[in-house]
């Protein structure tokens, strides 16, 4: 028996937490991890320096040891000057690009396999921008089983580079990430491998919604007042949104507490939720023609379009598209403001957050948790 289930995060649909679980049969939405255990205390976190000290509130069984790599427990840097700059009160940056592999895709991937391989999946595939092949790579190693990638030929080189070098069988697609999922649900259906794309299976968002933990405890259990974020399928988000509600109930954090608005930050190359939010939509159209050198945004139609908007809205959240020019000049500030080796996507949300205190809709009062969610050299080549 699992201490949690599986609810639909559309219908009313639950499925066992011990299922090999994809999307809802009923409304092919996502599902949503929902625990049953009693109220964890704060002194359920393991001696442990990853996510997985977290465990007591992740899916995962008392006597089971996790499929990691050390993934997680990444430092969050206090910028002064830049929160100065650009005039709100405080400024951190989560830096993501310290994980394993170089992004935080290792931490779903960690979690993700530590669930599939306890089924006795005999293999794993994904469909990548680039670092979730990269992690998923890394973390079948881990596991002891095969993995097969599929990723647009225009991949940055260092990432497809990792992909090879872990062993994992790489295949190069015409196209963007959207073609490469057609092609591994095709071989996940042939082979029996399982497919891990971002929220085909509810594990990937219990493994990223760390990031919103560790913003809480970093912080001493208290959280940021907007957090950014650079968007493509938007599993951090969903997850850190998920998780808020979480520790709020199991009084982590205080009730009282107001929680973050939720900021999106995508590449105007790209850009469908900021579409869908500011057309008040809920949900979002798929991005023609998608075009951005920041690969982990170029996510045309986002599975999970209908949670995103859900968590923007119920948060008081935001959305912005800043332009891949705009895209590498914040890079490169951020970078030499903080030491960091910021990513593409990482300088997407400094510049959103830039934009948004400009215009006031981030308040000179605002603590900014902005994440830089890989490593900049993945890009360099
Ligand atoms: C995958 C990725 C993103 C987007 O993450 P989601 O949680 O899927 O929205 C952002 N930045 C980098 C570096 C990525 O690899």
């Known amino acids: 028996m ?25 409304c092919g939405q996502p599902y949503l991890v929902r625990y049953d255990m009693p109220v964890p205390r704060l002194d359920t976190i393991a001696p442990r320096w990853d996510m997985w000290r977290y465990r007591s509130i992740m899916p995962l069984l008392p006597e089971e040891e996790p499929v990691s790599l050390g993934e ?3 430092p969050m840097q206090e910028i002064p000057e830049l929160a100065r700059a650009i005039g709100v009160r405080r400024l951190w940056v989560k830096d993501e690009g310290l994980n394993p592999t170089a ?41 002891g089983l095969p993995v097969r990638v599929y990723a647009p030929r225009t991949t940055p080189k260092p990432i497809l580079d990792t992909i090879a070098a872990l062993g994992a069988d790489l295949h190069l697609v015409d196209g963007h990430i959207g073609d490469a999922g057609k092609q591994a649900r095709a071989f996940a259906a042939e082979s029996g491998y399982f497919d891990v794309s971002t929220l085909r299976e509810p594990y990937r968002i219990e493994g990223k919604k760390t990031m919103g ?20 399928g938007g599993t951090g988000l969903i997850g850190m949104w998920k998780v808020f509600a979480e520790l709020r109930s199991y009084g982590w954090i205080s009730a009282n507490e107001p929680l973050p608005r939720m900021v999106v930050a995508q590449s105007a190359g790209c850009a469908p939720m900021v579409r869908a939010f500011e057309q008040g939509a809920d949900h979002a159209t798929p991005w023609e023609n998608p075009e951005t050198y920041a690969s982990g945004l170029r996510v045309p139609g986002p599975l999970g379009d ?16 800043v332009p891949d020019d705009q895209i590498r000049a914040a890079t490169a500030r951020l970078a030499k403001a903080s030491g960091i080796d910021v990513c593409p996507e ?21 603590e900014v948790v902005v994440f830089n969610t890989g490593s900049g050299a993945s890009y360099r080549f």
């Not at 933990?213 to 650079?230: M, S």
């Not at 209908?306 to 598209?321: D, Q, V």
Request: net charge positive; with cysteine.
């Open 2 to 26: 699992t201490h949690w289930h599986l609810e639909c995060s559309a219908c009313a649909h639950t499925a066992p937490g011990d299922s090999l679980a994809t999307v809802c049969p009923q």
């Open 72 to 74: 997680g427990a990444t």
């Open 103 to 143: 992004s935080f895709k290792a931490r779903g991937m960690s979690a993700a396999v530590t669930r599939a391989a306890a089924l006795k999946v005999p293999g794993f595939v994904v469909p990548t921008a680039g670092n979730a092949g990269a992690a998923l790579s890394a973390y079948g190693v881990a596991a």
């Open 213 to 232: 933990i560790e913003v809480a405890e970093q912080l001493g259990w208290r959280l940021p007042t907007h957090i950014v974020y650079p968007t493509g």
């Open 306 to 321: 209908r949670l995103i908007l859900r968590a923007l809205r119920e948060s008081g959240g935001f959305a912005r598209a």
């Open 346 to 366: 990482g300088g997407c949300a400094f510049a959103a957050a830039e934009q948004l205190a400009a215009q006031g809709a981030i308040p000179a009062d605002a």
